[in-house]
């Protein structure tokens, strides 16, 4: 539940922010799918490891194609629920969604993230899967390279977003 913007004395509405309530559950909500990103990345990182460890095909082939099943729709919505609430969240708290750098960067890195989900991970994923599938092993090897780093990358920047929120550095962006 929202307040209701009042009029300031220069007759202009103040932003509206969310309640109590709204605000904590939006919160949980930012949390918990934060949570559920870094997990699949996790997850993610356990896969591509077992995978290019192993010299058994049928683990390969599992592997990958069990990798396709967590980066697709589950990694694409945690992403995107995670990004959905921080923008509520910084639209209906005190923060703003451009008021403070941390906040600022941590929404830069949600959107490139997201975005690099839907534009690189998916296709490469479904290629591995799709050749491993295909070979009845390994895909190759440039394509199992590549899937090396999204989880490391993915990882250490979700923690930097933690980190951020945690400790609220830098300050207030400068108005012009």
Known sequence: MTRAAAP????????????RRARKTTLVVHIVTAG????LDVA??????????????????ACYTALAAVTGWPLLAAGVGCLLSG????LGTRYGLVR??????KLAIAVVFVALVVVLLWPAVEQAAGQGRAA???????????LLFPPIVSTTGLLVATT???LKPWGRIRRR
């Open 8 to 19: 300031t004395a220069t007759g202009t509405a103040t932003p509206r922010r969310l309640g």
């Open 36 to 39: 559920v990103w870094l997990g």
């Open 44 to 61: 993610m990182a356990v896969l591509v490891a077992t995978a290019w460890l192993t010299d058994d095909r049928f683990v390969v082939t």
């Open 87 to 90: 923008v509520v969240l910084g």
């Open 100 to 105: 403070y750098w941390w906040v600022v960067v």
């Open 136 to 146: 009845g092993g390994a895909p190759a090897t440039d394509v199992a390279r590549a």
């Open 164 to 166: 951020l929120a945690v």
